[in-house]
């Protein structure tokens, strides 16, 4: 034991003796101007190291510098600046006289990619042909240099493209390691913090840098965010990817393929690319089993908050600051600056409550003229198409679409977009509506068109017009109805022609039947008061008891009923008892007239028969 304790004391004693012989006779300023050398030749890049280089021998061999920057050809800003830089180096190469670098250490550092920071390229140099860029002899270098391992810690990004805002990433943390064969594993942490909404993100790549400049390619097996703040669910969104990407230098392109993300419970697959310029140029072909955009939007089922509100639960959600700066700006003038062709198949999309089927969309934006060629899917037991286009290359943004809808039960969309209306059914509408801005709101308030509509088995609750009809007969005639406790109005089909124009909505040419009773009419419907006024024709088939003439005559004739007021407060009008005393007065002028020419030779027939002449 003692002689193991002596071998490792003297071992001990070597490498302390041996270390402290390399910090006295190897200067690390020495290698100051060959690493700026160095990094100029093979990057282009400027750097620039504050104070004297010095030793560090414990835990690891290093060479510590102050403050140091790092400037692209040109810039007027450096890229990166930190308050110190450590540089982990290999013992036995230096021996050598070799200098190897390990680990290059910033803590602290600030990474600009702002257009300051960018190079500026001299249009008049030659440019080396790809192919014939050969690598220096061995001995023509001197020194060798070699980086092995990259670690950022507790530090700033701040990138930004030309006109657009500054983003800042902060608490960075990142690892690579890089073989002799460029390829590199990278482990990478950031926060960003903006408009009260905080993402962190991670994610670890195996990235294989043997082609760059001209080409990068890159695995990224794990991706994990979290958003959280304003106008975003209470349970914020977060989520895992996968990817790879490919970046082309001469085509400026970036590519991805075998995409696999996850927000909350949605799923999205596909690839895609962008070419990157002033104006960039997307391609996406995404596909979906489930896309939940309840989790994902800031708005929420409206019969969901209605719950909660009920039960006095709910919780305010969180609003984002108002920014005078992007409140100047058009609507959608983003769309400006990009051109897009996207495709999307998603087995399931769940929007305010509704859940979609088979959804497919093509869309097409040209630097402001987005195109939505397709866009349809399946609710309920029907189907709905919505193409149109929006034309956002003005300052006001104009829209225009084209639904189709076949068999859609309306109760579903009346619910999920909030409209106090208690009405069930199958509708069926084709027309062309258009306005400014696409959302709910905006469609109540200030768009235009026109629509032919169809009803099938609906039911309209709170009003029975069978029942409204008959009773009204019953007091004031002999009349007698079988009894209906029903409190809602049935129809086989109803039809209508329908056009809007800035909140107020015109029904024209109604017409419905069921077993029951028949209808025409016309009316109006304020979406924004939330008010309407109904003119209908009743005529009651069915329903009444016995058999008589003035029963027959009641199935033949249309009693006029005004349906008016608030949606959650009806009012209504009938006008029975002008219809009947009319129709008495017919009946007794028919059986007059019927009793005049059949006495038309006595005085007395003569005498009612210029009386009817009269009247």
Do not use: C
């Given at each position: 034991?003692?002689?193991?304790?002596?071998?490792?004391?003297?071992?001990?004693?070597?490498?302390?003796?041996?270390?402290?012989?390399?910090?006295?006779?190897?200067?690390?300023?020495?290698?100051?101007?060959?690493?700026?050398?160095?990094?100029?030749?093979?990057?282009?890049?400027?750097?620039?190291?504050?104070?004297?280089?010095?030793?560090?021998?414990?835990?690891?061999?290093?060479?510590?510098?102050?403050?140091?920057?790092?400037?692209?050809?040109?810039?007027?800003?450096?890229?990166?600046?930190?308050?110190?830089?450590?540089?982990?180096?290999?013992?036995?190469?230096?021996?050598?006289?070799?200098?190897?670098?390990?680990?290059?250490?910033?803590?602290?550092?600030?990474?600009?990619?702002?257009?300051?920071?960018?190079?500026?390229?001299?249009?008049?140099?030659?440019?080396?042909?790809?192919?014939?860029?050969l690598?220096?002899?061995?001995?023509?270098?001197?020194?060798?240099?070699?980086?092995?391992?990259?670690?950022?810690?507790?530090s700033?990004?701040?990138?930004?493209?030309?006109?657009?805002?500054?983003?800042?990433?902060?608490?960075?943390?990142?690892?690579?390691?890089?073989?002799?064969?460029?390829?590199?594993?990278?482990?990478?942490?950031?926060?960003?913090?903006?408009?009260?909404?905080?993402?962190?993100?991670?994610?670890?790549?195996?990235?294989?840098?043997?082609?760059?400049?001209?080409?990068?390619?890159?695995?990224?097996?794990?991706?994990?965010?979290?958003?959280?703040g304003?106008?975003?669910?209470?349970?914020?969104?977060?989520?895992?990817?996968?990817?790879?990407?490919?970046?082309q230098?001469?085509?400026?392109?970036?590519?991805?393929?075998?995409?696999?993300?996850?927000?909350?419970?949605?799923?999205?697959?596909?690839?895609?690319?962008?070419?990157?310029?002033?104006?960039?140029q997307?391609?996406?072909?995404?596909?979906?089993?489930?896309?939940?955009?309840?989790?994902?939007?800031?708005?929420?089922?409206?019969?969901?908050?209605?719950?909660?509100?009920?039960?006095?639960?709910?919780?305010?959600?969180?609003?984002?600051?108002?920014?005078?700066?992007?409140?100047?700006?058009?609507?959608?003038?983003?769309?400006?600056?990009?051109?897009?062709?996207?495709?999307?198949?998603a087995?399931?999309?769940?929007?305010?409550?509704?859940?979609?089927?088979?959804?497919?969309?093509?869309?097409?934006?040209?630097?402001?003229?987005?195109?939505?060629?397709?866009?349809?899917?399946?609710?309920?037991?029907?189907?709905?198409?919505?193409?149109?286009?929006?034309?956002?290359?003005?300052?006001?943004?104009?829209?225009?679409?084209?639904?189709?809808?076949?068999?859609?039960?309306?109760?579903?969309?009346?619910k999920?977009?909030?409209?106090?209306?208690?009405?069930?059914?199958?509708?069926?509408?084709?027309?062309?509506?258009?306005?400014?801005?696409?959302?709910?709101?905006?469609?109540?308030?200030?768009?235009?068109?026109?629509?032919?509509?169809?009803?099938?088995?609906?039911?309209?609750?709170?009003?029975?017009?069978?029942?409204?009809?008959?009773?009204?007969v019953?007091?004031?005639?002999?009349?007698?109805?079988?009894?209906?406790?029903?409190?809602?109005?049935?129809?086989?089909?109803?039809?209508?022609?329908?056009?809007?124009?800035?909140?107020?909505?015109?029904?024209?040419?109604?017409?419905?039947?069921?077993?029951?009773?028949?209808?025409?009419g016309?009316?109006?419907?304020?979406?924004?008061?939330?008010?309407?006024?109904?003119?209908?024709?009743?005529?009651?088939?069915?329903?009444?008891?016995?058999?008589s003439?003035?029963?027959d005559?009641?199935?033949?004739?249309?009693?006029?009923?005004?349906v008016?007021?608030?949606?959650?407060?009806?009012?209504?009008?009938?006008?029975?008892?002008?219809?009947?005393?009319?129709?008495?007065?017919?009946?007794?002028?028919?059986?007059?007239?019927?009793?005049?020419?059949?006495?038309?030779?006595?005085?007395?027939?003569?005498?009612?028969?210029k009386?009817?002449?009269?009247?």
């Amino acid at each position: 034991m003692r002689r193991i304790l002596t071998t490792l004391m003297i071992l001990l004693v070597v490498i302390v003796a041996g270390l402290s012989a390399l910090v006295l006779l190897v200067n690390p300023n020495d290698f100051r101007d060959y690493l700026v050398r160095q990094v100029a030749d093979r990057s282009g890049y400027q750097l620039q190291l504050d104070g004297p280089l010095r030793w560090h021998v414990w835990p690891q061999l290093s060479i510590l510098s102050g403050r140091m920057t790092l400037t692209e050809p040109g810039a007027s800003a450096p890229l990166v600046k930190a308050d110190n830089m450590r540089l982990d180096v290999a013992l036995m190469p230096l021996l050598s006289h070799q200098l190897q670098v390990n680990q290059v250490m910033l803590k602290g550092a600030v990474i600009e990619l702002t257009p300051k920071t960018e190079a500026v390229k001299n249009n008049a140099a030659p440019v080396a042909p790809r192919d014939n860029t050969l690598p220096q002899a061995p001995e023509d270098r001197g020194w060798s240099f070699d980086v092995a391992r990259l670690e950022v810690a507790d530090s700033v990004l701040v990138f930004q493209h030309e006109g657009d805002e500054q983003i800042t990433v902060r608490d960075i943390k990142l690892q690579m390691e890089q073989d002799k064969h460029y390829q590199a594993n990278v482990e990478f942490s950031g926060r960003v913090n903006r408009d009260q909404r905080d993402l962190n993100l991670s994610f670890t790549a195996n990235v294989n840098a043997g082609d760059y400049p001209h080409a990068l390619t890159a695995n990224f097996s794990q991706l994990n965010w979290q958003l959280q703040g304003a106008d975003l669910p209470a349970q914020g969104i977060s989520g895992q990817g996968s990817f790879q990407a490919e970046w082309q230098d001469d085509q400026k392109r970036i590519s991805f393929s075998q995409l696999q993300l996850a927000a909350n419970d949605s799923k999205l697959a596909g690839e895609g690319s962008v070419v990157l310029g002033d104006k960039p140029q997307w391609q996406l072909n995404l596909q979906s089993d489930k896309l939940n955009l309840d989790n994902l939007l800031s708005q929420a089922n409206p019969s969901a908050n209605a719950n909660v509100n009920q039960q006095g639960q709910s919780q305010p959600r969180l609003q984002r600051p108002v920014i005078a700066d992007n409140g100047s700006g058009p609507d959608y003038a983003s769309l400006r600056g990009f051109s897009a062709a996207v495709q999307l198949d998603a087995s399931q999309v769940l929007w305010r409550g509704m859940n979609f089927k088979d959804v497919a969309m093509q869309a097409s934006n040209d630097f402001g003229l987005l195109n939505i060629a397709k866009l349809q899917g399946k609710l309920d037991d029907g189907t709905m198409s919505l193409p149109g286009s929006l034309d956002a290359r003005n300052n006001t943004p104009v829209s225009t679409f084209q639904p189709k809808l076949e068999n859609i039960q309306i109760g579903t969309l009346l619910k999920a977009f909030n409209y106090p209306i208690d009405l069930t059914g199958k509708l069926s509408l084709e027309g062309e509506f258009s306005g400014d801005k696409i959302d709910a709101d905006n469609f109540r308030r200030s768009w235009q068109g026109q629509a032919k509509l169809s009803l099938l088995d609906s039911r309209a609750e709170g009003l029975n017009f069978q029942q409204l009809v008959q009773q009204a007969v019953e007091r004031s005639t002999h009349v007698k109805a079988k009894e209906n406790l029903e409190s809602a109005t049935r129809l086989d089909a109803f039809s209508s022609d329908l056009s809007l124009d800035n909140g107020m909505m015109t029904l024209n040419e109604m017409s419905g039947k069921s077993s029951l009773l028949a209808l025409d009419g016309q009316g109006t419907l304020d979406l924004v008061k939330e008010e309407g006024d109904m003119r209908f024709n009743v005529r009651v088939l069915e329903g009444w008891e016995g058999e008589s003439k003035l029963i027959d005559t009641l199935k033949q004739t249309a009693i006029p009923l005004r349906v008016y007021g608030k949606w959650t407060e009806l009012n209504y009008s009938l006008q029975v008892d002008q219809v009947l005393r009319k129709q008495l007065q017919n009946e007794a002028r028919d059986r007059l007239k019927a009793w005049a020419d059949k006495n038309q030779d006595s005085q007395s027939g003569k005498d009612v028969k210029k009386l009817l002449d009269k009247l």
